[in-house]
Nanobody, 121 residues
Framework: QVQLVESGGGLVQAGGSLRLSCAAS????????MGWFRQAPGKERQLVAA????????YYTSSAKGRFTISRDNAKNLVYLQMNNLEPEDTAVYYC??????????????WGQGARVTVSS
C-alpha cells in the first residue's frame, strides 16, 4: 500500500509554468512506476505521463510531449511533473498515481487526492 499526496497546483496564465510534486509513503517507493493523470471538467480521466521505477523510461500523451516533463527522486520518495507553456486546455485536476504491475506505462493502482490546475487565457 502506498499513500500519495500532491502539491503545487494553482492558477497560472497561458504560457506559464507550474511544477507538481507528489510525496509517496507507506511502501518502498522504487518498487512502483509512477504517473500523472488528469481530469478536466466534463471529461474522462486521461494519463498525462508515466515513469518507470528507475526513471529510465518515460511516457507522455501526445498533448504533453515537448511541454511536460515527469521525473522522480527515489531517495526522497518524490515524483514531479514540470509543466511548461501551459494552455487553457490543460486546466484539470491532476492526480499522482502509482502502479506495481508489469505495465509501467499505466500506473493506476494507487491514487492521490488530486491537485487543481487552472490556466487562464
Amino acid at each position: 500500500q502506498v499513500q500519495l499526496v500532491e502539491s503545487g497546483g494553482g492558477l497560472v496564465q497561458a504560457g506559464g509554468s507550474l511544477r507538481l510534486s507528489c510525496a509517496a509513503s507507506g511502501s518502498t517507493f522504487s518498487n512502483y512506476a509512477m504517473g500523472w493523470f488528469r481530469q478536466a471538467p466534463g471529461k474522462e480521466r486521461q494519463l498525462v505521463a508515466a515513469i518507470n521505477w528507475s526513471g529510465g523510461s518515460t511516457y507522455y500523451t501526445s498533448s504533453a510531449k515537448g511541454r511536460f516533463t515527469i521525473s522522480r527522486d527515489n531517495a526522497k520518495n518524490l515524483v514531479y511533473l514540470q509543466m511548461n507553456n501551459l494552455e487553457p486546455e490543460d486546466t484539470a485536476v491532476y492526480y499522482c498515481t502509482a502502479g506495481s504491475g508489469s505495465a509501467w506505462y499505466q500506473p493506476d493502482d494507487y491514487w492521490g487526492q488530486g491537485a487543481r490546475v487552472t490556466v487562464s487565457s
